[in-house]
């Protein structure tokens, strides 16, 4: 069953746009990237992506361990987070810390990502409001509209359905989303 959205708060051209809109040479660049990636891409939560350790992020297998689930890595979010992760080593940062880090290895604010994003937002000239919740909804619609079914969205995302019923209705488990966030078109 594929979810029908009707509108998203966050395009996927603004999402890409902002993603792009970090370099790709400097330190500071490939981790706001890493983090957008995050957000956008494997749709994490603010804190949950700030809270991601090294030892967290399994690249062979496309997986993100989080405290209350697992997560699958698309390819445009593993080429991001490989060039994050080889900046981190010659930067000789610790592989037991948070893996979005300040330079010095130290974990970055919540406050810091609510004035990144803006900032990048207007270098890349995007007029809407950008906010980290709005790219974990833009994850959310593109999936859905990718055809993706709405129980691995739900498992990738973290999110069961409330109702006495839903404990009936099926459940995606890590291989499913894993091939399905594989599967994801990488944009332009």
Known sequence: MAISIESSPISAEDAHA????????????????ALVALLWRVG??????????????DGEEGVIT???????????AARVIVAWNRR???????????FISTLAGKP???AYVRELLPRLAERAD???????????????????????????IQAQLGVH????????????????MVRAMQARPIPR
């Open 44 to 57: 994490l939560r603010p804190g949950e992506a700030l809270a991601v350790g090294v030892a967290d992020i």
């Open 66 to 76: 989080l405290p209350s689930r697992q997560a699958g890595i698309d390819r445009l």
């Open 126 to 152: 995007i007029t809407v409001r950008i906010h980290a919740m709005g790219l974990r909804y833009a994850c959310a619609v593109e999936m859905g509209r990718e055809g993706i079914q709405a129980e691995v």
């Open 88 to 98: 981190r080593a010659e930067l000789a940062l610790d592989g037991g810390g948070p």
């Open 108 to 110: 970055l604010s919540q």
């Open 161 to 176: 359905p409330e109702s006495a019923i839903g404990r009936y209705l099926p459940r995606a488990d890590l291989a499913e």
């Open 18 to 33: 902002l993603l792009t809109a970090s370099s790709e040479r400097t330190s500071t660049g490939l981790r706001n990237r």
